[in-house]
């Protein structure tokens, strides 16, 4: 009986957490879209700001990364192609799993350890430096100022980083295509957009928004939770990688179990 | 009356007791730590809120600037009922209040001047030359002339509340609230402080509520102090008739009397030491 208590429980706490995680995304976005229209404008500067340092500045790892698991997921698929005599299948093979699945996902997790990191801890930081309550002093709404300008950034960002994903992974392929396929570079490149669909580009973009939302507002929360000294503000930042990856990776089994069932009719 | 409106176009014309609490009570997580706090704050006046650590004084200060929700009882600022008005009349009179923090709580990611300049940016459609030009006032005002391109990260403790204060000094506020002034700085940065919040008393005829357990500093800037002990108001009074108390309570913390379980506690700590100690006559010193 007390197991079932337990499991009741860590529901109903995981449901709450979803709870906040989900209002202050809602404030957010009453900040971005619905406050502008009430004399509240939006923190253009502020969104650019972060867009630079979350979106712009993590281009340089995003795209090492993403073209080093091209080259991997072509050897893979390779490694079990050739056995069929299929090797010019690896183009298509790394195109759909770089744009359906690996593009979102690494570029989420890319992001969740520059920035969703960054933001617990600033706003970690903040909260115990008492500056969250100064800005409430000065009338000056936290959510507003700090949060909704990181939400438009994130919002804007991570699809872009994905489709730039996409591409590098694209690149990667193709190294090995060009090496050891007998591929020329402009064949992959024309095998590999041949194999997808504007589909299979959407259903990866729409995810890569979802994880954006997802990232800012455990980020976001994980931070303004933050209470007690700087200890604390770690074990925030810890929190919020951790979660961030966990819903992530949840939301994407989500979408992706939606996305197979739509496509189904 | 025809009522007055300062730049910001906010009426000051209000002239009734600035604070008024009812019956205030405030809990944390079921334990109540403000049980029915009632006083009034008039204009033009410093009130010194005085207690120890864990007195309930920092807790009352955060309800006075509306971070915390009493449970019951009301805070009236200026005629207004604090907890029951919507958040964008909340939001008005917050403008109209300066909170100077403990730790100076600047934003690190800003300069100096950029933290003064906030609140007007944000509250006002000054230009940005006007803005500018009260930046610099405001840290004249404080003696930080120059430091406006400076991070807070590279200014010392004393000087970092400094800017604080002119920041909380940004929109003319008419009550100004301060938690802990002089709080880890040396007695001359600390008189400095004192100095300074006199200053801004008799310039700008300003309401000032001070938190601290500083008494020399209390008694220096205070017209009226009043004395928190567990949640309660023990003592309100001028300076005068806190120094002349007789209440137990007010003698204890205006003499520095420890508390005598914390007394027991000691030579308790002495009994279970002394013993093993072999023959340490430096600690015999320290125990006292």
């Not at chain 1, 404008?41 to 281009?59: D, I, K, S, T």
């Not at chain 1, 990232?215 to 939770?225: F, K, P, R, W, Y």
């Not at chain 2, 590279?154 to 509340?161: A, I, P, R, V």
Request: proline share 3%; charged share 20%; glycine share 10%.
């Amino acid at each position: 009986m007390e197991f079932f208590g337990k499991i009741g429980s860590s529901v109903e706490g995981g449901l709450a957490y979803v709870g906040s995680l989900t209002m202050l995304a809602g404030r957010a976005a009453y900040f971005t879209f619905i406050g502008p229209f009430q004399g509240k404008p939006l923190r253009f500067q502020r969104a650019a700001a972060q867009a630079m340092e979350a979106g712009v500045r993590a281009l340089p790892i995003l795209s090492l990364i993403t073209f080093f698991i091209g080259l991997i997921l072509a050897l893979q698929a390779a490694y079990e192609l050739r056995r069929f005599g299929a090797i010019s299948f690896v183009a298509s093979a790394v195109a759909l799993s770089m744009t359906r699945e690996l593009g979102p996902l690494i570029t989420a997790v890319i992001v969740i350890g520059r920035s969703g990191s960054a933001f617990a801890a600033e706003l970690g930081t903040m909260k115990v430096s008492e500056e969250i309550d100064a800005l409430e002093t000065m009338a000056i709404n936290p959510v507003s100022f700090l949060v909704a300008p990181k939400f438009v950034a994130m919002l804007l960002m991570l699809p872009c980083l994905t489709i730039w994903a996409n591409f590098m992974g694209i690149l990667g392929g193709s190294l090995f295509g060009v090496l050891q396929a007998d591929f020329t570079f402009w064949r992959y490149i024309i095998a590999s957009l041949d194999a997808l669909f504007m589909r299979d580009v959407m259903t990866g973009l729409v995810k890569s928004f979802m994880f954006g939302a997802t990232i800012t507002a455990v980020g976001c929360l994980e931070g303004l939770n933050t209470t007690g000294g700087a200890e604390q503000v770690g074990r925030s930042t810890t929190r919020a990688v951790v979660m961030s990856i966990f819903l992530v990776i949840l939301v994407d089994l989500v979408f992706t179990m939606l996305f197979y069932f739509l496509g189904e009719h | 009356m025809a009522a007055a409106a300062d730049i910001f176009g906010a009426d000051t014309s209000f002239d009734g007791p600035m604070i008024s609490l009812r019956d205030l009570r405030v809990s944390y997580s079921g334990r109540e730590i403000l049980h029915g706090i009632n006083f009034d704050v008039q204009r033009g006046e410093t009130l010194v809120i005085l207690g120890g650590s864990g007195s309930g004084k920092s807790t009352l200060l955060r309800t006075l600037v509306g971070l915390e929700k009493p449970t019951s009882g009301e805070v009236w600022i200026r005629g207004k009922n604090f907890s029951a008005i919507s958040e964008a009349e909340r939001d008005e009179i917050r403008k109209r209040l300066g909170m100077s923090f403990q730790g100076g709580a600047l934003f690190g990611s800003m300069t100096v001047g950029e933290n003064v300049a906030l609140p007007l940016e944000e509250h006002t459609k000054l230009e940005p030359t006007t803005v500018e030009i009260m930046v610099r006032l405001k840290l004249d005002q404080v003696g930080l002339s120059g430091f406006e391109n400076f991070l807070p990260s590279q200014l010392s403790g004393g000087m970092k509340k400094r800017a604080a204060v002119a920041r909380a000094l940004a929109m003319d506020p008419e009550i100004l609230f301060f938690d802990e002034p002089s709080a880890g700085l040396d007695p001359i940065i600390a008189a400095g402080i004192d100095q300074l919040i006199l200053e801004l008393k008799k310039a700008f005829h300003m309401t000032i509520i001070v938190v601290t357990h500083e008494l020399a500093s209390a008694f220096l800037i205070a017209d009226r102090m009043v004395l928190i002990n567990k949640g309660d108001v023990v003592a309100l009074g001028t300076t005068e008739e806190m120094k002349n108390s007789k209440h137990p309570k007010v003698r204890q913390f205006l003499d520095r009397i420890p508390e005598p379980a914390v007394a027991q506690e000691l030579d308790y700590l002495q009994m279970l030491t002394e013993p093993s100690t072999k023959s340490g006559e430096g600690r015999q010193g320290k125990s006292r």
